[in-house]
């Protein structure tokens, strides 16, 4: 390990002499008799201590390592004379920044002790002024990244590549209005079944703002009662109640200038509903526990699954609240309705799904994919969600997902041409024939399907004769689908 580096500047050659004598064990000694040999090699070597005389015949010890200072100011400088006046002790500490001031004749132990600590100071302020620039590096990195991931969520919520449908989707309609009105500070409520994915689309919306890079805050409105609804959107004051132990700054402030999506606004209870209007109307609201109202700037972005027309109609949800949350109304359809956007829906969330797992397949086959398709997906893209992370469990690694796993529910499905269960056992039309039949052919299409169409464990489980099988599937027209060769583009992950 390299030794601390001390130059010492002494006019009086015994002095330096003595002086290396006694240091040189512990310290690596450069030696100057006038200061242009000391100019020298502070030029030409790394020093991290200078020990200078007071007394010399060019320049004071302080006049010179004032120069010093200017010129090397991370050099520790220390004083060493024979004289003791007052004046140049604080001239020393104050000009030239001394960190120490030796007498002659000096103690070697004492001195040995002044250099080490200024040794460690030294190495203090450089570990300081490394963390200061890694301080100011990091700040700008974690700036940067700060940044990146607000630029990266923009495009995750573009219109064009952040909501997943197909080129003849219902959901272009909807995106080409959503891109009219996000820049705009219009009130937007969403209305939709359950899962339909309300909350993507205020997202897009916020996104698309000219708010984008502001907060978006999320309240569910049926989960809470009045008082901790209204806790939690509009703050409250240390001992408004028991529990408020310190000030709570709520999700309006919080959102400032930002977004804040309140879903299912139809479970909103009555109570708070007033408290809101005003938000909407004035700006304002009033913290819990407090005399002063306080100006808020958000954009309200609103959701709800139930008919508010009707509420309002029935008297759960005042007027004027609906008409001021409803600036602009966008319905999203249940994905029943827009069954060609299953296909790269489903492929869109096996990618997550595979992140999200660890595990690694080729995508789905044809015939899952049309399963799927004729399925009506109560849950929307919530359960197909959760039906594709179930199959990526249960299928193999890099194989293509099959129509054998999906749930017993999706594959009992049947085309559209075929009516479901309860309108074929509740129907007023149709023979009994017919109706039995189009029982027997979903049942038979479930059984080929999970037995990945090996009509011998078909017939077995279905208690047919493989003839028998046979000419029941010549019947109805039931063959098993032909997969390309190549994976179908929107079948796969390709």
């Known amino acids: 390990m390299s030794k ?16 290396e004598r006694n240091l040189a064990d512990e310290f690596d000694i450069h030696l100057a008799q006038n200061i242009s040999e000391a100019e020298a090699i502070l030029s030409d070597h790394w020093v991290q201590i200078i020990l200078c005389d007071q007394r010399m015949p060019d320049m004071s010890g302080v006049d010179y390592l004032c120069q010093v200072r200017e010129k090397w100011p991370d050099v520790i400088r220390i004083i060493i004379s024979g004289y003791t006046e007052a004046e140049d002790i604080i001239s020393g500490l104050n000009k030239a920044g001394i960190y120490h001031y030796i007498t002659k004749p000096w103690n070697p132990e004492k001195l040995v002790m002044v250099l080490r600590n200024a040794v460690n100071l030294f190495e203090l302020q450089r570990q300081n002024e490394l963390l200061a620039i890694e301080l100011r590096l990091s700040g700008k990195a974690v700036k940067k990244k700060l940044d990146d991931k607000s630029i990266g969520l923009r495009k995750q919520y573009n219109f064009d590549d952040g909501i997943i449908r197909s080129k003849v989707s219902p959901m272009n309609a909807i995106c080409s209005t959503m891109s009219q009105i996000a820049p705009y500070d219009l009130s937007v409520l969403i209305t939709g079944e359950s899962g339909v994915g309300k909350e993507l689309v205020a997202r897009a919306i ?112 005042r007027k ?73 469990v249960m299928g193999e690694q890099d194989k293509m997902l099959g129509a054998e796993l999906l749930s017993p529910k999706i594959l009992m499905a049947t085309s559209p041409d075929i009516p479901d269960d309860l309108a074929i056992l509740n129907g007023t039309s149709g023979t009994l024939k017919k109706r039995v039949e189009a029982i027997e052919i979903k049942i038979l299409r479930e059984s080929l399907i999970r037995h990945r169409w090996n009509k011998t464990k078909a017939a077995q489980e279905l208690g047919l004769s493989r003839v028998g099988l046979r000419g029941k599937l010549e019947r109805y027209g039931l063959e098993k689908p032909i997969e390309p060769e190549n994976n179908a583009p929107l079948a796969t992950l390709n």
Not at 217 to 239: H, R, T
Not at 276 to 295: A, D, H, I, M, Y
Not at 351 to 368: P, R, S
Not at 382 to 390: A, W
């Open 4 to 19: 601390p580096t001390i130059l010492i500047v002494d006019d009086e050659q015994r002095s330096l002499e003595a002086l």
């Open 206 to 317: 916020h996104y698309n703002s000219l708010r984008w890079n502001m907060p978006f805050v999320v309240q569910s409105c049926g989960s809470m009662p009045p008082d901790l609804l209204e806790a939690e959107l509009f703050g409250y004051k240390k001992g408004a109640t028991p529990s408020a132990v310190q000030d709570y700054t709520g999700l309006f402030e919080r959102a400032v200038r930002g977004t804040v999506f309140l879903d299912e606004i139809g479970d909103m209870p009555p109570a708070f509903q007033v408290k809101l209007l005003k938000v909407l109307q004035e700006g304002e609201l009033r913290p819990v526990g407090s005399n002063q109202t306080r100006k808020v700037d958000v954009r309200i972005i609103a959701s709800s699954q139930c008919d508010l027309e009707q509420e309002v109609a029935e008297g759960r949800l």
């Open 320 to 392: 004027d609240l609906y008409f001021h949350l409803a600036g602009v109304t966008i319905q999203i359809p249940p994905l029943r309705e827009r069954r060609e956007d299953i296909p790269i829906l489903a492929s869109f969330l096996l990618k997550q799904a595979m992140e999200k797992i660890n595990k690694l397949v080729d995508g789905f086959t044809v015939e899952a994919i049309s399963c799927m398709k004729q399925y009506s997906w109560t849950g929307n893209v919530r359960e197909l969600q959760n039906e594709i992370e179930r199959m990526l």
